[in-house]
């Protein structure tokens, strides 16, 4: 029988940091030689991270980079290996696949179609490879081969499709089928997205069978520059089966998801399909295949992608690994939550904390605390609940507008994870501020001439505290805005939107109420539960900066958050005018919502997230998770000044006075 063991191999890298980078990559091909791997697939731009950005640009980073490569091969013996890194021919940059065998370069195939959309901005550095083109590149004595690459790798031809290379209509797969390809080695660097992963498998799966190849998917691992999360998705199909699929969300530094392919069976795919051959001009290289004997592939969804609450568990296991990675890279010493009591910064502190129980679970105490090993406070932890009082910091921060029951829901969250927390009064401060402005004005303040004012001083007072405790402990200040609001504008800036990164500014306000509970009640995999959550969860979500006579309700502030989150879907990302919004809002809350209530909505949201652009473009970095994100710099552009959609507006109340509902809904075309 003619049968290889292959390998994807998953390394959570960070750009530039040429040492960890090269140590993950070459501890992944050891441990490959180890389990006896003939060919390793390697994610994209592994030596350098994917997300360099301008640094690309430098002459030093494509050298640095060759550098390590040379450093890389000479862990290569008896093994075929693909690394990915940027290489500079004729002044222009390519992101390129280099094949080692054997400790040789054998050469670099390129990418030839980059990612130019949402959170991709591959353009702005890489030339697309021209299909067909072969060159040359120098490195110190010797010249390789560059280009639009085959490679026979002891009589096994192999291809490349680099991860947007497979997303495209007329993907490589088809000429490197037409070319006899027995491999296609994909290297990928495809961000996190909530559901992803099954298209991810659809494209694998059905290259698999369509060019009668085994196709070998390797994808980065956790939060390597900031915002986007890479989730390690690794998996091998061959001729149309899915063998294997890999750990997501992994706390580890690399691993490795492996398969035997069969030859013979690849190659009677092809021999039975009827297609005009190519020459393929492939690059030869001499190696000796090892024996293997049969073995069965198993492939299987993980158990909690198979419960029923996958959005859930992915949210869940995506931000918590990029909060890990980003304290870790960050050599910070733990995160600061201003905890309210409220959903945001409960969900935020439940999140630290599953990432400190999702981590012991997978490395070990002693290995949670290797990974960690900078922090001197953690070293003599010996559980979870000691751990969670080292790194996770909460403090409360309440006023004369503060209510009993927000303050239970904080304290009893905060014990139940064993996080530190702090309870201070800021109402003296809050005066403090009024009398000064009071003095220098010359009247008092009123919250019927100054409402607004007087709400944003009390959130804006929260903020130097936690940023005081953040900096005594060398730590991260977590900002505790959401989507939703940030959409509308309803936070305060240098308040509520303090600190360095802001976990769930991608997620909105009605769902991420729904989340918690879910983890509440049913829990990360059907068993890791938070019941400190119950006191927050059976609270309306309020700002708490109105006098509590007052009864301040957000819903009440802004609109509905599932009408808001409805709104937001069609104004922002299907790009819908306020008039079509209407008709659709009119579809989808039919009996739940009057007409009038609509439009006041849909005219609300879209004068107040023209008026807030400023804002976003100051918000915290924000983790991306999906295509409703907001952040202006990595997948919505908006103009900070603008018409404020004025003609829109008008078009829609025009249209709203002159038909009754429901008119005209035939002509949509839902």
């Given amino acids: 029988m003619n049968l290889i063991k292959v390998s994807a191999g998953v390394v959570n890298q960070t750009p530039l940091a040429w ?47 060759l ?29 390129a696949a280099c094949l080692i065998v054997n400790k040789q370069i054998r050469g670099f195939a390129c990418k030839k179609t980059l ?18 083109e072969k060159t040359e590149l120098r490195i110190g004595e010797f010249t390789y081969p560059v280009g639009d690459l085959i490679f026979e790798v002891g009589g096994v031809k192999i291809g490349f499709e680099i991860c947007e290379d497979a997303w495209v209509a007329n993907r490589p797969g088809r000429e490197l089928y037409l070319k006899g390809c027995d491999i296609i080695l994909n290297p990928t660097a495809s961000h996190f997205a909530f559901f992803k992963t099954q298209t991810r498998e659809c494209l694998v799966q ?52 492996s398969a035997v392919i069969d030859l013979d069976k690849i190659r009677l795919e092809q021999s039975q399909n009827l297609f005009q051959f190519k020459a393929s001009n492939a690059v030869q290289v001499l190696f000796d295949y090892p024996e293997i004997t049969p073995f069965k592939n198993h492939y299987a969804l993980e158990h909690w992608e198979a419960n029923g609450f996958q ?16 304290l870790r890279k960050s050599r910070s010493n733990g995160w600061v939550i201003s905890l309210s009591g409220g959903a945001d910064s409960s969900a935020i502190t439940a999140l630290c904390y599953l990432a400190i129980e999702m981590a012991v679970t997978e490395l070990g105490l002693d290995g949670f605390k290797q990974k960690l090993k900078y922090i001197k406070a953690i070293q003599n932890c010996n559980s979870v609940a000691e751990l969670s009082a080292a790194l996770i910091t909460n403090i409360y921060q309440g006023t004369q507008n503060s209510s009993s029951d927000t303050r239970h829901s904080a304290t009893s969250l905060a014990k139940d994870l064993n996080t530190t927390f702090y309870d201070i009064d800021i109402n003296g401060l809050v005066e403090t501020y009024k009398g000064l402005i009071q003095g220098a004005i010359g009247r008092d303040l009123s919250w019927q001439t100054d409402d607004l004012a007087l709400q944003n001083i009390q959130a ?52 991420l109420r729904h989340w918690l509970r879910w983890l509440e009640n049913t829990g990360l995999g059907g068993t890791h539960k938070i019941k400190g959550l119950n006191a927050m969860n059976n609270l309306q979500p309020t700002a ?69 652009q400023w804002k976003r473009e100051r ?17 919505l552009r908006f103009p900070i000044l603008s018409g404020g959609f004025e003609k829109e507006i008008d078009e829609m109340l025009e249209y709203a006075n002159n038909s009754g509902k429901g008119k005209r809904r035939g002509k949509i075309g839902f």
């Fill in 67 to 95: 550098d390590v490569l040379e450093d890389i091969v000479l862990h290569t013996s008896s093994i075929a290996v693909c690394v990915g890194l940027p290489i500079r021919i004729n002044n222009h940059i390519y992101n």
């Fill in 619 to 635: 918000y915290a970095p924000s983790f991306h998770v999906d295509d409703r994100n907001l952040d202006p710099r990595s997948w």
């Fill in 206 to 257: 059905d290259g698999s069978r369509a060019f009668g190849v085994a196709y070998i998917y390797a994808n980065l691992l956790g939060n390597e520059a900031g915002r986007a999360i890479f989730d390690g998705d690794a998996m091998i199909a061959q001729a149309g089966e899915m063998l294997v699929s890999g750990t997501r969300f992994s706390y580890k530094d690399y691993y490795l998801t």
């Fill in 460 to 511: 804006r007072v929260r903020s130097p505290s936690a940023w005081l405790l953040a900096n005594i402990n060398n730590a991260l200040l977590l900002s505790t805005s959401n989507r939703s609001e940030a959409s509308v504008g309803y936070a305060t800036m240098d308040g509520d939107t303090s600190g360095s990164i802001s976990p769930i500014a991608g997620i909105d306000k009605h769902w």
């Fill in 544 to 612: 708490e900066l109105r006098p509590l006579e007052a009864k301040q309700i957000d819903e009440e502030d802004l609109m509905p958050y599932d009408l808001l989150n409805a709104i937001e879907t069609s104004a922002i990302r299907d790009k819908k005018s306020p008039t079509d919004c209407l008709k659709i809002m009119e579809m989808e809350f039919e009996g739940v919502y009057p007409r009038e209530k609509l439009v006041t909505s849909i005219e609300r949201f879209f004068k107040l997230f023209a008026r807030n």
């Fill in 19 to 65: 040492e960890s980078n090269k140590n993950n990559i070459i501890s992944c091909i050891e441990e490959a030689k180890k389990q006896d791997i003939s060919i390793l697939c390697l994610p994209e731009l592994c030596i350098t991270g994917y997300g360099c950005e301008d640094m690309f640009y430098a002459q030093g980073t494509c050298d640095s980079a």
């Fill in 311 to 326: 959005k859930e568990e992915e949210f869940a296991r995506a931000i918590a690994l990029a909060l890990f990675d980003y």
């Fill in 115 to 132: 990612a130019n959309n949402g959170i991709h901005y591959e353009t702005r550095w890489f030339q697309h490879w021209p299909v067909g």
